[in-house]
């Protein structure tokens, strides 16, 4: 277990430092501008809305490919993050965004089933993941993304992962 007179400040430098870490194993998510809100370990992942992500200039929509990743990266950080979270408060693992390495391997996607509720519009999505089940070879997760109102969802996925081995 951690030391519990750890001060705050590094605990929380050292979770942040993990999710950069996580993200930079994601290469796709930098030219996305994806990036991740954290407020202890709930993630929520951010596509801050570009030019460069409209798929139909006409509806100007966001590209169901964009999509579909901003869904897909999100569902891994999270499986990732909850793989990782009691070793990482531990002190089992101190990962930083440096040291990309340090972290355990990103799960591999088996399959990804994307609904496409209605178009993204021109403006910044956000999704959230949920772990629906985890176990040591297999986890299937959930994602929701939503642009101005939580409620009223643009695209969900379901997807299926090969969890690494544990080395």
Do not use: C
């Not at 929509?61 to 891994?76: D, N, R």
């Amino acid at each position: 277990m951690a030391d519990r007179n750890e001060p705050l400040s590094q605990i929380k430098s050292r979770r942040d430092g993990a999710l950069a870490a996580l993200v930079a194993g994601v290469p796709y998510t930098r030219w996305l501008g994806i990036h991740f809100d954290r407020r202890g370990d709930e993630l929520t992942g951010i596509l801050p809305f570009d030019e460069k992500l409209i798929g139909n200039p006409f509806l100007r929509a966001i590209h169901g490919g964009v999509t579909a990743a901003f869904l897909e990266t999100a569902a891994i950080i999270e499986l990732s993050w909850t793989a990782m979270w009691d070793d990482l408060e531990a002190g089992r693992i101190t990962p930083g965004a440096s040291q990309p390495d340090s972290l355990p391997r990103l799960p591999k996607t088996i399959d990804f089933t994307i609904d496409y509720l209605r178009s993204g519009l021109p403006r910044d999505s956000y999704a959230r993941a949920r772990v629906v089940r985890s176990g040591r070879r297999y986890a299937s997760v959930h994602v929701e993304a939503w642009q101005d109102n939580r409620a009223r969802l643009f695209a969900q996925a379901t997807g299926h992962f090969l969890m690494p081995p544990n080395d």
